[in-house]
């Protein structure tokens, strides 16, 4: 059986996701869309206002 996981962990102003595993092709697209969409927005905001937020990207090979 295929899946995707998204973990979320909470704690001390600190909000942690990690997403991993696969599924249908329908349903790993739109994850993969959710999940790219915020990495893209958190970016704009970043780059407009780079004393007040930072995007670190630890890109790893994978996805669907």
Not at 22 to 28: E, T, Y
Not at 39 to 46: K, P, T, Y
């Amino acid at each position: 059986t295929t899946l995707i996981t998204v973990k979320t962990n909470e704690s001390n102003g600190t909000t942690e996701i990690k997403i991993s595993g696969h599924a249908n092709s329908r349903i790993c697209s739109a994850v993969s869309a959710l999940s790219q969409t915020l990495i893209l927005g958190l970016q704009a905001i970043a780059d407009t206002y780079p004393d007040e937020i930072q995007v670190v990207r630890d890109e790893e090979t994978g996805g669907c």
